[in-house]
């Protein structure tokens, strides 16, 4: 099921998206489940983002 999100969304490039969802709170951790995200082009340059690695 994930993968198939994955494959229908590939297309979103934009640095901006809006995401439809639920938020799951457990043990300490917090997670967004994501059912229909959709690209928003701003037209704004968005800072460089954080490497969290």
Same mark, same amino acid.
């Given at each position: 099921?994930?993968? $198939? +999100?994955? !494959? *229908? *969304? #590939?297309?979103? @490039?934009?640095?901006? +998206?809006?995401?439809?969802? *639920?938020? @799951? *709170?457990? /043990? =300490?951790?917090?997670?967004?489940?994501?059912? $229909?995200? #959709? !690209?928003?082009? @701003? =037209?704004? !340059?968005?800072?460089?983002?954080? /490497?969290?690695?």
């Amino acid at each position: 099921m994930l993968s $198939d +999100l994955f !494959a *229908r *969304r #590939r297309e979103l @490039s934009s640095q901006v +998206l809006v995401v439809t969802g *639920r938020v @799951s *709170r457990w /043990d =300490g951790t917090v997670n967004v489940i994501a059912c $229909d995200p #959709r !690209a928003v082009h @701003s =037209g704004v !340059a968005m800072p460089p983002s954080h /490497d969290w690695h």
